[in-house]
């Protein structure tokens, strides 16, 4: 395993040099589950993965663990850093950081603004908060996974763990016990 978790395979030489995968590469579908099943918990390790990516692989002066933990202000220099990567490799980004940040802030502000609202608003909002890091972080994703194309299936994520599998199962009896206690009122 390398240093990101992400299992390594053998390439076809076995001295053949392969270069560091470029930010975290995951599948969407691992994404999506992942994200929404922690109610976007996982969203700060994916921060987490690209800003050590960027520390250890582009030697940037950071401290990955505050980037994630803080990532509601550090999202936007992060994409700002995917997409110059992908511009510096011919990529052409389908996203703009600014937009994706004002998506990101959007279901945050929106969770404020419905404090005390009737269960069925805060059910709803509740919902596109939990989407909201999938919405966000998914065409990110694509980007990162055009970056690794050359080595996609040598190093992209795509396998649940024991953790994964156990965060999935937390996810959903949390979600189901917060649906009864809004349906129950």
Known sequence: MDKQGIDIEAGANQGEQLPSPVFFPVTPKKLII?????????????????????????????SPFWRAFLSVFFCYPLFQNIEKEANESGIETKWKPKTLYFIFLSAILLG???????PMVSAAVLCFQIANPVIVMLPVQETINKLNHDQLERVINKRFSIYNYLAIAVGIIWLATV???????
């Not at 404020?112 to 009737?118: D, E, Q, T, V």
């Open 112 to 118: 404020f603004i419905s404090n005390g609202a009737h």
């Open 34 to 62: 992942m994200t929404i099943c922690t109610f976007g918990l996982y969203s700060i390790y994916w921060h987490f993965a690209n800003w050590w990516f960027l520390k250890n692989e582009r030697g940037a002066d950071i």
């Open 179 to 185: 649906l009864i206690g809004v349906f129950s009122q």
